[in-house]
């Protein structure tokens, strides 16, 4: 449990609760979570928090220049969730829900401010008040009210309960809250989302005797049917983006020089092209130790894992079709974040 107090404003009874649990204690509270999320969502929740992480947000708040660090830290994008608050998580099937979350989090939120008096001092942490409990509770008040299973609640209640621990409750509070889907997509049912997810190219009737010429379709948007590119097999998954001309990437996100993913130097040196693999992580190929070793250094996942769920683009090659986001900004920040952990455990 951290201990460091932030230079905010006093915070809600609320606020100082999320406060109390550091990187560390949200992300325990993801994986009790893990087994009351829905599969369509299991992912997808856990690629959220690797692209928003809570460490990170730290590090730039308590900076006496936040602007230098970000510099130091080579950051480019939009890394701050207060910029992103009702659209970060789009690629989440929850999102359909967000208006219904995200009122519900803030009736929540004010029921424990009434209840609780304002202090800027962390809170005593009663067995009763985990934070995994506390996610539950207004995701099954959600799932009632719009007739659902929990299960497709529950990772959008986490990553709303870290978006107000990022933002603030005040900033929360004032953010549309609107789902921003078109209509089409807003209707499709889990299942079918998972099974374009699990769906390969067919590739024709004499498919099996194909190896290199064997072409897979990578998706980078679920919620938008033209964000597909093609590779060949093995081909890495930065390779294939390229030859996409489809749309002016750049004026999308000046980090997109070629094609929809952003890469500099694709050779696992810059952190660029850092992607989450919502779908088919097992059809890519395993981790190499220069992967591995360099997207610990970056900061965004410490796994042995073959096929994690975060993956540098440039290094991953595909053996079938895949679907991939790609977050909104990157950079080099696992050394920062090392030393930061070891002055903790120090003082
Ligand atoms: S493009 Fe630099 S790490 Fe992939």
């Not at 608050?85 to 939120?109: C, L, M, N, T």
């Amino acid at each position: 449990m951290s201990t460091t107090i932030m230079k905010t404003a006093t915070k809600t009874p609320f606020e100082s609760f999320l406060t109390q649990h550091d990187e560390e204690g949200w992300l325990a509270a993801v994986t009790a979570l893990l087994r009351s999320i829905h599969e369509v969502d299991k992912t997808a929740t856990q690629i959220w928090f690797s692209f928003y992480p809570l460490e990170l947000f730290t590090a730039l708040q308590q900076a006496a220049d936040p602007v230098q660090l970000a510099r130091e830290l080579l950051l480019q994008g939009d890394y701050y969730l207060k910029n992103q608050i009702d659209s970060s998580h789009k690629f989440i099937y929850g999102h359909r829900f967000w208006p219904e979350v995200k009122k519900a989090v803030e009736q929540h939120a004010d029921k424990w401010n009434k209840l609780q008096p304002v202090s800027n001092t962390p809170l005593p942490q009663a067995p009763d008040q985990s934070l995994a409990n506390e996610i539950l509770d207004v995701a099954q008040i959600v799932a009632r009210e719009l007739k659902l299973g929990p299960s497709l609640l529950v990772g959008i209640t986490a990553v709303a309960f870290m978006t107000v621990r990022q933002t603030g409750l005040e900033a929360f509070k004032a953010a549309p809250g609107k789902v921003l889907l078109d209509a089409k997509h807003a209707k499709k049912s889990p299942v079918q989302v998972l099974s374009a997810r699990a769906k390969d190219d067919s590739q024709g009737f004499f498919g099996f005797l194909k190896t290199v010429d064997k072409k897979w379709t990578v998706n980078h948007d679920e919620n938008d049917d033209s964000a597909n590119y093609k590779l060949n097999n093995a081909q890495d998954l930065a390779w294939g983006a390229e030859a996409d001309r489809s749309r002016d990437w750049r004026a999308l996100d000046p980090r997109r020089v070629e094609g929809p993913i952003p890469v500099e130097c694709r050779s696992a040196s810059c952190g660029t092209c850092w992607v989450g693999v919502i779908g088919g992580a097992e059809k890519l190929s395993d981790v190499a130790a220069r992967e591995g070793k360099q997207i610990k250094k970056f900061g965004y996942i410490d796994t042995t894992e073959p096929k994690p769920l975060i993956r540098l683009a440039c290094q991953a090659q595909a053996h079938g079709a895949v679907s991939i986001v790609i977050p909104p900004w990157n950079g080099v920040f696992g050394k920062h974040l090392g030393k930061t952990r070891q002055d903790d455990s120090d003082s």
